[in-house]
């Protein structure tokens, strides 16, 4: 009946739930025979109804419990009334072949209510369900089918009183109802737009089917198992089929099971003093009503999409489940030191930059199919084997590849010669045998050369089983250190710099030190203070320096007389923890959303600014394994002021993250070159953009700012680009030509500018672009 009025009115067959299919229902499941699954009344919407038609309930309008011989049948698409035990004909694929296919009663008990072989009335409130599920984990032990069923018929009873007695066979302890005021509906509890808690449960089956295999989702011993059951009848949330956020948190739920999350160190589901550990401070326990953004170890974006997933040190024990290539805005996964056993996932989402797996006890293979925008490989302290061919000439953009102490075997293949950006490779401790591959050593000794101390960045680690594999360029060398064994990596050589400019440091305010050993051995305090200054002058203006109504100014005393670190000239974090200050006061820190220095907590993972701790702890900022910065992210954090040009310094800064803020003034005109994410959106940043951005950039977002100019510099400059975000500027000029030139270039917005004239032919017609999404103002361009 049903069918036929949807293709008689017309309902849209790609919706589920509009007037038009309520329509139908309504008027097709008046009469319907709930025995044999068929309807008892082929009349359509609009004929008179019969008044001693029995009512039925909407929720009995499915062929619950019923082997529906349609599941044979080819379903018609975005229709859910054919089904078997309630799961969805089109994805259940064991339905499909075997129509007097049961699936476990675990999870579609905990969806439906219904056991398929007794009367007893669906219930899917909120209440009910805790109560049921409270009832079966308490009691049902012994007559399992039995007692679950008592348990139904106890908690969907009409009223608080009407309970089954002892005699009847109920559950030693009865099923405990939180008390509502009101009694309880016997019908199904409706909610996400007029759809029933058993509509709701396989709609929602459909959708996480297109990540995990349905049997799975169907088995409740799986972890994909537990986190769907999870999501429909436990989770507080309560999501709906077409939540956002839906994949998300359910893949994080599977993280969850899959690593025995009940064990835990920290920040279980049960554990009360999760914002209380030293590892996690003021995170949410997993698995909570709060949002998963706010759970231990994850940081999300703007738009609450996960971007961080650390967990280190944290007794994760179990495997890396496949649904982990989900999280598509990831750029960080931190699951080292833990005990994590099987094969590394063959699939993570492209946008990962850093993947941190050291110290497990992780077999198998390296997968090839590693994302190629990886800067970071932590694999160091595993269980894995096989050859390096297919991993090495993957990975282009690679900086730190730790592979040392597992079980590889082969040779050092040429294309480790192709990674140009290459600082630590690590192979010590494996089955690798042969040469160093003379290209590579060439390009080690050309990179040395071109640099006027005679060091670079190149390969400032290599290492081998000097025993086993010939290197002449490892450093250290095997013949001062057998091949740099197991053994922390280098600082990184201080770089010359221009001669410090004579002066002297800001006055008035650093007290004046004592003759002798101060706070630095061999040096007195005042000493100290002008090497500070002198070394500081090299990053920052000097008139600036000693001005202290200035950030840098008011940066230098803070280090010198209030820091409670209390560095000494030379030491290879002082600049980087100047520059930071400098941020922090360039943007009015004290007024900051999260994390300024008064802060009595920081919710982003971290510790408030000018703490006393190392930098690499304040919130929002991340450091490599030498202690160097290479992310923050201040996003949506009240940052107001000018972006301050001394962040060009941060040398090994990779992601740098401040949107949706109040930042006003102009782009600086130089950043590292090594950064490759520069989210500056959503601000107040006037002028131009700067053609000299990093090189290196994938992904640039200015969108929702007040730039103005041209953009041709900008992508003669920026040839790596994957996503470019320019749109609701005041930009002007054509679309130039040299667009067609960025290769990797997914996502292009240029809408809401001033831009005029035609796109390129050179980029409609190029067949080396797959360009996904292009923008313009189609009235313009």
């Known amino acids: 009946?049903?069918?036929?009025?949807?293709?008689?009115?017309?309902?849209?067959?790609?919706?589920?739930?509009?007037?038009?299919?309520?329509?139908?229902?309504?008027?097709?499941?008046?009469?319907?025979?709930?025995?044999?699954?068929?309807?008892?009344?082929?009349?359509?919407?609009?004929?008179?109804?019969?008044?001693?038609?029995?009512?039925?309930?909407?929720?009995?309008?499915?062929?619950?419990?019923?082997?529906?011989?349609?599941?044979?049948?080819?379903?018609?698409?975005?229709?859910?009334?054919?089904?078997?035990?309630?799961?969805?004909?089109?994805?259940?694929?064991?339905?499909?072949?075997?129509?007097?296919?049961?699936?476990?009663?675990?999870?579609?008990?905990?969806?439906?209510?219904?056991?398929?072989?007794?009367?007893?009335?669906?219930?899917?409130?909120?209440?009910?369900?805790?109560?049921?599920?409270?009832?079966?984990?308490?009691?049902c032990e012994e007559n399992e089918k039995e007692c679950r069923s008592q348990c139904r018929k106890g908690c969907c009873e009409r009223t608080e009183g009407s309970r089954p007695s002892a005699d009847e066979g109920t559950p030693t302890r009865s099923p405990t109802r939180r008390p509502t005021g009101t009694a309880a509906p016997t019908t199904q509890e409706l909610s996400c737009n007029g759809i029933n808690q058993g509509q709701r449960a396989r709609i929602i089956l459909m959708r996480l089917s297109l990540i995990s295999d349905v049997e799975d989702l169907t088995d409740p011993d799986t972890p994909e198992g537990k986190a769907y059951n999870w999501i429909i009848s436990k989770d507080e949330l309560r999501l709906c089929p077409l939540e956002e956020n839906l994949e998300q948190r359910y893949s994080l739920a599977v993280l969850y099971y899959a690593t025995n999350g009940d064990d835990w160190t920290d920040c279980s589901k049960d554990d009360d003093d999760c914002g209380g550990s030293k590892a996690f401070p003021g995170a949410e326990p997993w698995l909570n009503k709060e949002s998963e953004c706010a759970w231990a170890g994850i940081a999300c974006n703007a738009r609450s999409e996960v971007r961080n997933l650390e967990l280190p040190d944290n007794n994760l024990r179990g495997t890396i489940p496949s649904e982990i290539h989900v999280f598509e805005s990831l750029d960080i996964i931190g699951l080292e030191d833990n005990k994590l056993e099987g094969t590394i996932p063959e699939k993570f989402n492209e946008s990962l930059i850093r993947l941190r797996l050291n110290n497990n006890r992780l077999t198998g293979d390296i997968p090839s199919t590693l994302p190629p925008r990886l800067i970071a490989l932590y694999l160091n302290s595993n269980e894995l084997e096989g050859t390096l061919d297919g991993v090495i000439g993957s990975l282009p953009n690679m900086r730190q590849l730790q592979l040392n102490d597992n079980q590889l075997e082969g040779d050092i293949p040429d294309s480790l010669a192709e990674m140009k950006n290459l600082r630590i490779a690590r192979f010590e401790e494996n089955k690798i045998r042969g040469s160093m591959p003379d290209k590579v050593c060439r390009q080690k000794e050309d990179a040395d050369d071109a640099e006027s101390d005679g060091t670079s960045d190149y390969l400032m680690w290599l290492s081998v089983d000097c025993d086993r594999v010939e290197c002449d360029c490892c450093s250290p060398s095997c013949d001062e250190n057998g091949g740099g064994g197991p053994g922390p990596a280098p600082s990184p050589t201080p770089r010359p710099g221009p001669t410090p400019p004579s002066g002297s440091p800001p006055s008035g305010s650093p007290p004046s030190g004592s003759p002798g050993d101060g706070i630095c051995p061999g040096i007195s305090d005042d000493d100290r203070i002008q090497e500070i200054f002198d070394e500081l002058s090299e990053i920052s203006d000097q008139d600036e320096l000693n001005d202290l109504d200035t950030p840098q100014?008011?940066?230098?005393?803070?280090?010198?007389?209030?820091?409670?670190?209390?560095?000494?000239?030379?030491?290879?974090?002082?600049?980087?923890?100047?520059?930071?200050?400098?941020?922090?006061?360039?943007?009015?820190?004290?007024?900051?959303?999260?994390?300024?220095?008064?802060?009595?907590?920081?919710?982003?993972?971290?510790?408030?600014?000018?703490?006393?701790?190392?930098?690499?702890?304040?919130?929002?900022?991340?450091?490599?394994?030498?202690?160097?910065?290479?992310?923050?992210?201040?996003?949506?954090?009240?940052?107001?002021?000018?972006?301050?040009?001394?962040?060009?310094?941060?040398?090994?800064?990779?992601?740098?993250?401040?949107?949706?803020?109040?930042?006003?003034?102009?782009?600086?005109?130089?950043?590292?070159?090594?950064?490759?994410?520069?989210?500056?959106?959503?601000?107040?940043?006037?002028?131009?953009?700067?053609?000299?951005?990093?090189?290196?950039?994938?992904?640039?977002?200015?969108?929702?700012?007040?730039?103005?100019?041209?953009?041709?510099?900008?992508?003669?400059?920026?040839?790596?680009?994957?996503?470019?975000?320019?749109?609701?500027?005041?930009?002007?000029?054509?679309?130039?030509?040299?667009?067609?030139?960025?290769?990797?270039?997914?996502?292009?917005?240029?809408?809401?500018?001033?831009?005029?004239?035609?796109?390129?032919?050179?980029?409609?017609?190029?067949?080396?672009?797959?360009?996904?999404?292009?923008?313009?103002?189609?009235?313009?361009?």
């Open 1 to 139: 009946c049903r069918d036929d009025c949807f293709d008689d009115k017309k309902c849209d067959p790609t919706l589920f739930f509009t007037d038009c299919h309520k329509q139908c229902r309504d008027k097709c499941c008046d009469g319907k025979d709930a025995d044999d699954g068929g309807s008892t009344d082929s009349s359509k919407p609009g004929d008179t109804d019969s008044d001693d038609e029995e009512e039925v309930e909407e929720g009995n309008c499915e062929v619950e419990g019923k082997k529906a011989v349609e599941c044979g049948a080819d379903p018609k698409p975005g229709r859910f009334d054919k089904c078997c035990r309630g799961l969805i004909c089109s994805v259940d694929r064991v339905c499909v072949d075997d129509p007097d296919y049961v699936p476990e009663t675990d999870v579609t008990d905990a969806i439906t209510g219904s056991s398929g072989d007794d009367d007893t009335p669906l219930c899917n409130t909120v209440e009910e369900n805790d109560c049921k599920l409270e009832c079966y984990e308490e009691n």
């Open 553 to 781: 100014g008011k940066s230098i005393v803070w280090l010198v007389t209030e820091d409670e670190k209390q560095l000494c000239p030379g030491d290879d974090t002082l600049a980087q923890r100047y520059i930071l200050s400098v941020l922090y006061y360039s943007t009015n820190g004290d007024d900051w959303t999260d994390c300024s220095q008064d802060a009595s907590n920081c919710d982003r993972n971290g510790d408030p600014w000018l703490s006393s701790n190392s930098e690499c702890e304040w919130g929002g900022v991340q450091c490599n394994m030498r202690g160097f910065v290479e992310t923050i992210e201040l996003d949506v954090n009240n940052l107001d002021g000018a972006i301050p040009t001394e962040m060009k310094d941060l040398e090994f800064l990779d992601i740098l993250n401040f949107e949706n803020n109040n930042l006003s003034g102009e782009i600086p005109e130089e950043f590292n070159d090594t950064l490759i994410r520069l989210r500056l959106n959503k601000n107040q940043l006037t002028g131009t953009i700067p053609g000299t951005l990093s090189s290196r950039l994938v992904a640039l977002y200015l969108a929702d700012n007040d730039l103005e100019g041209t953009i041709d510099d900008l992508l003669e400059g920026t040839k790596s680009l994957n996503r470019l975000e320019l749109e609701n500027n005041r930009l002007s000029g054509d679309i130039p030509t040299s667009l067609s030139e960025l290769p990797s270039l997914k996502i292009a917005r240029f809408n809401d500018n001033d831009f005029e004239g035609s796109m390129p032919d050179e980029v409609c017609n190029n067949p080396d672009q797959n360009i996904a999404i292009l923008a313009v103002d189609c009235d313009k361009v």
